[in-house]
């Protein structure tokens, strides 16, 4: 028995009360993973799940398994922890969750550095959507996944690593941009606006589900009408590069703008009127210790968003 693979597709299972909703989270077929599961049953001679409750429940045994399964698991990375305590980081591996954005606007800035400073411990980089990322930390698949709050699973703890300020893209040749030109302040990192001269701006806006919607939502609000959206897109880097095009402004996450103000002609708006924006964290199983070398690039990470927050 893969003791790993067991414990995810159980723990999985039990997590969604169905095998149909954790075989789509786990991208495999419902009849595969109800087949893996009768294969164990059969390997171990008892009945795991109690596939007539609905939700589907586990049985007395299944549920003894699944908590020894999360005990082999635990031995397994406090060994690993173990190795690299005594070889006092001369060598390890940190297995790392993140969404593509993260990745590029984050860790790419980071990862040389420690390497550098730590090189044989070796980073990997998971990419997934919030969800997936979310999943594999509480399964103990990667050390930490960088997440925003609220966290779904009650299993995982978290450091808090930057809370973002939402920014106000806008062409350095628009007519916004313009009008505002050498207004900013030395001591400001960003041009101070207030929401309600937005009032004739065409918006670039994220779809629904992104989570820097919910800035067009407020900004709304505060103007109290809809304001003209000019289009929609699911990519914030699209967004960036129309609004950089002069055909309208959007909205943009502080940490995106540091990469987006050395690429694009934009000029960055910071409103008087702060829009709400989930902090990020780097959450992981409180079950699962980190080992000294996730830890130290943990820490790394921390002060590079403490420092770039600051400046």
């Known amino acids: 028995m893969d003791h790993e693979k067991a414990y995810e597709y159980l723990k999985k299972i039990h997590d969604k009360k169905s095998v149909t909703l954790a075989a789509s989270s786990l991208f495999v077929s419902q009849p595969s993973l109800s087949q893996y599961?009768?294969?164990?049953?059969?390997?171990?001679?008892?009945?795991?799940?109690?596939?007539?409750?609905?939700?589907?429940?586990?049985?007395?045994?299944?549920?003894?398994?699944?908590?020894?399964?999360?005990?082999?698991?635990?031995?397994?990375?406090?060994?690993?922890?173990?190795?690299?305590?005594?070889?006092?980081?001369?060598?390890?591996?940190?297995?790392?969750?993140?969404?593509?954005?993260?990745?590029?606007?984050?860790?790419?800035?980071?990862?040389?550095?420690?390497?550098?400073?730590?090189?044989?411990i070796e980073i990997n980089i998971v990419e997934g959507t919030l969800l997936e990322l979310e999943d594999l930390a509480g399964l103990g698949n990667t050390d930490f996944s960088i997440l925003m709050l609220p966290l779904k699973s009650k299993d995982l703890t978290y450091d808090f690593l930057m809370e973002e300020k939402v920014l106000i893209a806008a062409s350095d040749k628009s007519d916004l941009a313009l009008r505002y030109k050498g207004s900013k302040k030395p001591c400001e990192k960003f041009i101070k606006i207030d929401i309600n001269e937005l009032q004739n701006e065409k918006f670039i806006i994220l779809t629904p589900e992104k989570r820097l919607r919910t800035a067009f939502e407020e900004t709304a609000r505060i103007l109290n009408k809809t304001p003209q959206v000019l289009t929609e897109t699911n990519d914030i880097t699209n967004a960036v590069i129309l609004a950089a095009s002069g055909l309208g402004i959007t909205f943009c996450p502080s940490l995106f703008s540091i990469e987006s103000a050395q690429n694009f002609p934009l000029t960055f708006f910071s409103p008087i009127q702060k829009l709400s924006i989930r902090p990020i964290v780097a959450a992981y199983n409180k079950a699962y210790p980190l080992s000294k070398s996730a830890r130290c690039f943990l820490d790394m990470i921390k002060d590079f968003c403490q420092q770039i927050t600051n400046d």
Do not use: C, W
């Not at 008892?46 to 635990?74: S, V």
């Open 37 to 120: 599961v009768i294969r164990l049953e059969n390997e171990l001679g008892a009945k795991i799940l109690i596939r007539e409750a609905n939700p589907i429940k586990f049985t007395e045994f299944g549920e003894f398994l699944l908590n020894r399964l999360q005990n082999i698991n635990l031995i397994h990375k406090s060994i690993i922890k173990g190795a690299e305590e005594i070889n006092n980081l001369d060598r390890g591996k940190v297995v790392v969750g993140a969404l593509n954005f993260h990745s590029i606007m984050l860790l790419s800035k980071i990862i040389p550095m420690f390497s550098k400073k730590y090189p044989n």
